[in-house]
C-alpha cells in the first residue's frame, strides 16, 4: 500500500476513534486525492471539552519528525491509544482544526502530500 | 530555535561529562594506560554480562562510553535530525551499554548493514538511524563470531563484520515486524527483535559444536565514587528543567498521566523542561534503588540506570515505574537469588521496559508484569547465549505478548 494512503487511513481510523469514544453523534469523510496529494475534511458533530480540543490540537499540530513516525507508524492503531494521533501526524503536511461549541461541530482538515 | 539548540546542547554534555570523569580518574594522568585500556575493551568478547569498568577501569568504560554516545549524538546533527525523547534514548541507551558490551569497534557493522538497507531501499539513511542505534545490542554477535568462524586473522575479522552487516541489513524489517507482536507495551523493542536474531545465530553456533561460555564480569567497590558522579548528573539534569521550566515543577503531572506505551515523546509532547526533570528524577530514583538494595553501581547497572533516564524522555516516569520496580522486588526477595545479585537488579533496572503495562492498565498490572518478569528473564538468557545486550528487551517483549491479551480480557475494555 502506497505510504500515503496508509497515513490516510491510519489518521481518519484514529480521529474515528477519538471522536466516537467521546460521544460523537456523526460523522463524514470527504477526501480528494491526487496526483501530487491527498487533502481530507473530516467534519462531526461531536460535544468536546475545552480539554479534549486541547488534547486534540496537541495531538495534529505536533512538530514533525518524520525519521520516528516512520519507524513506529506499523504501531498506530494497533489497540489504538491517544498518542498514536501525534505519532500519524508527524507524516501530515498541514492541519486546520476548527471547533464551534455552540453548536457542537468539528472540523478538521488535513494534507498529505506524495514524497 | 533557542529552545531545540539546547536540546542538542543537553544531548551532546551528558557524553562530554562521562569522557571528562573518564579522564578526571585516571586517564588524564596515565594516557598510555588509558588506551591500553581501551584496547583491552575493544578486543575483549562482550557478551552478556561483561563489565567494562572491570575489564578497562573506570576511566576507561566512562572513555569508552562518552566517545560513543558523543558520536551517535554528532551523527544525528550531520543528518539533520531533531532533538526529541526518542533521540535522548537511543544515546544514552548506547552510551550506557557502552559500560557493559557495546564499544568504539564492535558497533558499525550494524550501523553499515542498516545504512545498505537505505540505500537498497532508494530512502535516507536518516529514516533507519534510531534502528541502527538500537541496533547495536547485537554487536557482541560481531565479536563472538570472530571467535566461532573457521578462519583466523584479519579474515576473521572481516568475515565477522560482514556477518554483523547482513544482520543490519535486515534489522529495520524484523524490528518494524516484531513491533506488532508485543504492541508496544516493551519499550526496548530492538531488544525483543535482537533477542530473535541472537536466538537464531545461538542455535546455528550450537547446532555446529561451538559451545558459548557463560560469563560473569562484575566489578565492585566503587559505589561513592561512582554515585557522587550519578547524582552529580541527575541533579544537573533537574535543576537546569526546573529552571528553564520557570523554576516550578508545573506540568509533571500531566506528564505521568500518559501511560507511557510507544510512542510517547515526552519533548513533544510536554516540553523539554519538564522532560530534563523526569529524567533527573528517574536517575536519582534507579540509583537510590541501587544503593538501597545493597547493589554495586558498576557497568551494567549503571547501564541500566542510564538506559531508564534516556527513555524517560520517551515514555518512563515514576508512576509508570515505580509499580514495575515493587514487581521486581516482590520476586526478589522470594526468588532463588539475593536481591544483591545481578540477575535481581538487572531484572529492577532494565524489566522497567514493561513501564507502559503499569501506565495503561495500572499499578497492579504493574506490580504483576515485574513479578513475571523476573522470572522469564532469568530463563531467556540461554536461548541467545548472551549474543543480545538488551536481554530484558527479549524478555520484555515476551512478557508483554503474554499478559496483554490476557490483561485485555480481564479489564473492561476487553469485556
Known sequence: MPRRIEILTKLSAQLMRFLFSRSAENLTIDVNSSKDQISVLIKSTVKLTEKDVELLEGYLRVESHEEMAYYYLPLAGEYGSDEDLMLISMLVNSVEINYDKEKSSLRIGFVIRSQ | MERKFLRRVFLYSVGFFF?????????????????????????????????????????????????????????????????????????????????????????????????????????????????????????????????????????????????????????????????????????????????????????????????IPSRKVWSSGNNLLLSVFMFLIFFLLTYYGWKLNGRSFKGYKKLMKHSGRLVSDFIILEGFPITLINMGVMGFVMTLYVIVTGNQLNGPTIGGIMTVVGFAAFGKHPKNVLPILIGVTISAVTNKYALNEPNNILAALFGTTLAPIAGEFGPIWGVIAGFVHTAVVNNVGFLHGGLNLYNNGFAGGLVAMFLVPLIRVLSKEGK
Not at chain 2, 537498497?120 to 554487536?139: D, H, K, M, Q, W
Not at chain 2, 513491533?179 to 545465530?201: P, S, W
Request: proline share 4%; hydrophobic share 55%.
Open chain 2, 19 to 211: 569522557i571528562l570523569f573518564g579522564l578526571l580518574t585516571g586517564g588524564l594522568w596515565h594516557p598510555v594506560q588509558l588506551w591500553r585500556n581501551l584496547v583491552e575493551i575493544v578486543t575483549v568478547p562482550d557478551y552478556l554480562l561483561t563489565d567494562y569498568i572491570e575489564i578497562g577501569g573506570i576511566s576507561g568504560a566512562f572513555v569508552n562510553s562518552g566517545l560513543l554516545m558523543v558520536i551517535f549524538t554528532f551523527l544525528l546533527q550531520l543528518l539533520k535530525l531533531p532533538v526529541t525523547g526518542l533521540s535522548f534514548a537511543c544515546v544514552l541507551t548506547v552510551g550506557g551499554f557502552a559500560l557493559f558490551g557495546k564499544n568504539i569497534f564492535n558497533v558499525w557493522p550494524i550501523l553499515l548493514g542498516v545504512f545498505l538497507y537505505s540505500r537498497y531501499r532508494g530512502e535516507p539513511f536518516s529514516r533507519y538511524i534510531y534502528v541502527s542505534y538500537f541496533g547495536t545490542a547485537i554487536a557482541p554477535l560481531v565479536t563472538q563470531l570472530a571467535f566461532f568462524l573457521p578462519v583466523s586473522g584479519l579474515k576473521q575479522v572481516i568475515l565477522s563484520y560482514v556477518v554483523a552487516v547482513v544482520i543490519g541489513f535486515f534489522l529495520t524489517d524484523l524490528a518494524a515486524h516484531f513491533l506488532t507482536a508485543h504492541k508496544g507495551y516493551n519499550l526496548y523493542n530492538v531488544g525483543f527483535t535482537c533477542g530473535m536474531i541472537g536466538m537464531i545465530a545461538a542455535a546455528f553456533m550450537r547446532t555446529y559444536g561451538y559451545e
